[in-house]
């Protein structure tokens, strides 16, 4: 039977014609009212042996499915399995026999009790509790009994039926269209007389589904879910879609959540970044509106001080209820799961699948007159066209999309170009320079997630501010280069030591290290002995000291060590400063000139019909560059601009005007004031900017895992 079942997905054509159903397809099954013959997992005298004597959990029964139009009832053999629901269904064309294998995947989760009432939709409630509706027998008859009169109805139905039923939900993936065929499948268990043993029965499969699905990976059991939902999203409709759309998939794969509703800006990102019990309490957090609110989770969890952690531990998902769905279209192709025409539906069947993939994430600083800001993105950064486009058509929100394609015709018409500088480090001379620096530590091509992650938190060498998403520090005023470098004296007021009178130590510490070696300096950029670093807050040691040349290298060195574990507390990167040159020997490319667009893309997606660029990988550790510059052709730009809903805008041979880069870090430093600069999709002021990729430093939620 084993081999059976496996072999049950090669169907044949006339027998996937026989399973094309309706998106919503249910079939009840019953199983005979008396105990059928022992199966193989019993023993001689008809005892069942306990499931952790067997080879094999398996579970099988036989049931019948009433066919009124031939008034006969068909043989069913339902087995319970490792791959999932196995039907094996005998008709009497010529012994013809059909097969369906219903995988363990496509099953989001089960419930059984009594029989449940249908909706006056016509869905079936799955959130019931069978203990309840038996205390309140509300229990319904058969449809083969009549009805008794309306005041006995509720003592009667109780002893009517003893019948538990198990009912199964189910999402069929198809191919040719790529599609999800919502499915129920229903086992009536009536072997006994007795409720409560028709229930044990029941209850038994359902454990043993749950027990499949947490074994394939794909179980929700264990914390909740937090879900933020934007009430505005999907044009002021995010509740009722929430609703109708989303609650009945949660209660049907008996995930457990707790629903926060969003009251103002930023509310996400307050809401994450101080929530104490985040990670005790979610298993991952689930958003519900377009990508702007999944940026403020992303925020919110990088300015915690166990941001570690929180993107270790907590899966992230979308759920497209709003208009800009790039990442939700993204991770679908990545899954190669279907969006359209149901895209909330397929969201939510990827959010409850139990399962995460790594995703990068890239940090991006900004100078915008004397202030300093960070943040990070997980979408795009534009300047130029795109930008222009998606920013100057907010004024044109009322007629909806079609916003996008009247603006483009205009700065088609008056096109614009921008001036400024433009650094790249591409992939290729990046891994070149690090393995020429050290040869000891090559990294592999293909990094596990482990690894991944590991690596991108090593990389962390310059620390930020825990402040606010876009905080801001001080510029510097010069930059000239340092020859010499001196520790801070004792009268400084952030490191202060003291002998063991109390007195103050008028003398310098020992020169701890030196700048004429720029390796050095560059490892210990971030530490309080550097004068450029960027760096507000600094653990200092307490306690008395000693003055002696001995104990004052030894106290240095535990300074060093106090703010080596506060960097280990706050996300930091590793390119030089915005207001600093960028090393020319480790591979970075300068060019200046005139751009009408540069734009930078981490995921396959800008919006769910912008599949903007197509090579990219969910963490593939890249940032594709794409740069367009002055003198391309109308002609040109626009066979580009509407091509890019299928991915065939990129020009295949080299372009002298179009040219997409893969890189790892990147710098614009625009020339004058006047432009638009976007984080995914959003704003931000205008100026230089720099961004770099970490590899796969969160975890998204999705059907295919590592």
């Not at 053999?77 to 094996?88: A, E, S, T």
């Not at 510097?476 to 280069?481: D, Q």
């Not at 590793?574 to 600093?580: G, R, Y």
């Not at 020009?651 to 002298?656: I, K």
Request: a neutral charge.
């Amino acid at each position: 039977m084993t081999a059976k079942a496996a072999a049950t997905p090669a169907t044949t054509a006339t027998q996937q014609q026989q399973h094309q159903h309706q998106l919503q397809q249910q079939e009840t099954f019953e199983a005979p009212a008396t105990p059928p013959p022992p199966t193989p997992t019993e023993t001689e005298t008809g005892t069942a042996t306990p499931p952790s004597e067997r080879e094999e959990d398996e579970l099988s029964e036989i049931f019948f499915v009433e066919n009124r139009r031939r008034k006969q009832n068909i043989k069913i053999q339902v087995k319970l399995c490792i791959d999932g629901v196995y039907l094996r269904r005998e008709t009497t064309q010529q012994d013809h026999i059909n097969e369906q294998l219903i995988r363990i995947e496509d099953i989001i989760g089960s419930s059984c009790g009594p029989r449940l009432k249908k909706r006056a939709r016509g869905g079936l409630n799955s959130c019931k509790n069978p203990s309840k509706q038996i205390q309140e027998d509300d229990v319904e008859l058969p449809e083969d009994q009549s009805p008794p009169s309306k005041k006995s109805n509720r003592k009667q139905t109780a002893s009517g039926d003893k019948s538990a039923y198990l009912y199964i939900y189910a999402y069929l993936k198809k191919e040719k269209p790529l599609r999800r065929v919502q499915t129920l499948r229903i086992l009536r268990f009536r072997s006994s007389d007795v409720y409560a043993e028709n229930l044990a029965t029941a209850q038994r499969w359902h454990r043993t589904i749950r027990e499949y699905k947490q074994r394939s990976g794909t179980s929700t059991e264990g914390k909740k879910l937090l879900i933020l939902l934007n009430p505005k999203s999907g044009s002021g409709k995010g509740r009722e879609l929430f609703q109708k759309q989303v609650a009945p998939l949660l209660r049907e794969a008996e995930a457990q959540y707790d629903l926060q509703i969003t009251t103002h800006p930023q509310y996400a990102l307050e809401f994450v970044r101080s929530r104490k019990d985040l990670l005790e309490r979610y298993a991952g957090i689930v958003v519900a509106s377009g990508d702007g609110l999944f940026y403020e989770v992303l925020n919110g969890l990088m300015e915690r001080m166990d941001w570690r952690r929180a993107c270790r531990e907590l899966s992230l998902g979308i759920i497209p209820c709003g208009s800009g769905n790039g990442l939700a279209k993204s991770i679908a192709h990545h899954c190669n799961e279907p969006y359209d025409p149901k895209p909330i539906l397929h969201a939510t069947l990827i959010c409850v699948a139990g399962r995460a993939t790594p995703m990068d994430v890239v940090r991006v600083e900004l100078s915008h007159r004397d202030k300093h800001f960070v943040m990070y993105s997980f979408l795009s950064i534009g300047w130029g066209l795109i930008a222009d486009i998606d920013i100057e058509s907010e004024r044109l929100r009322s007629i909806g999309a079609q916003r996008f394609t009247l603006w483009a015709i205009k700065r088609l018409i008056t096109l614009r170009t921008y001036r400024g500088k433009l650094f790249y480090l591409p992939q290729k001379e990046q891994k070149e320079t690090a393995a020429a620096t050290t040869p000891e530590k090559v990294p592999s091509p293909r990094p596990s997630q482990a690894q991944a992650q590991a690596e991108a938190e090593l990389r962390l060498s310059r620390s930020t501010n825990r402040s606010l998403a876009r905080r801001s520090l001080p510029v510097p005023a010069s930059h000239r280069p340092i020859s010499e470098f001196k520790d801070l004296p004792d009268e400084f007021d952030d490191v202060q030591l003291r002998d063991d009178d109390n007195d103050q130590d008028q003398d310098q510490f020992a020169d701890a290290l030196s700048m004429t070696d720029r390796s050095i300096y560059r490892q210990n950029a971030d530490s309080w002995h550097s004068a450029v670093s960027r760096r507000t807050a600094y653990y200092s040691m307490g306690g008395n000291s000693t003055r002696s040349n001995r104990s004052r290298l030894s106290v240095a060195q535990k300074i060093e060590a106090a703010n080596a574990e506060f960097m280990q507390l706050v996300p930091t990167g590793t390119m030089p400063a915005l207001q600093l040159p960028l090393p020319a020997e480790q591979g970075w490319i300068c060019e200046e000139g005139d751009y009408v667009m540069v734009h930078a893309a981490y995921t396959t997606h800008l919006a769910s019909d912008c599949f903007f660029a197509p090579d990219s990988k969910l963490n593939d550790g890249l940032i594709y560059l794409v740069i367009i510059r002055a003198g391309v052709g109308r002609s040109q730009l626009l066979n580009f601009l509407l091509s890019m809903h299928n991915g065939t805008h990129l020009p295949e041979p080299e372009d002298p005007h179009i040219l997409v880069v893969p890189v790892t870090a990147f710098r614009i430093e625009p020339s004058g004031n006047n432009g638009i600069l976007t984080i995914d999709g959003e704003r931000v002021d205008y100026g230089p900017i720099q961004a770099e990729v970490f590899p796969g430093l969160i975890n998204v939620m999705t059907t295919t895992g590592q």
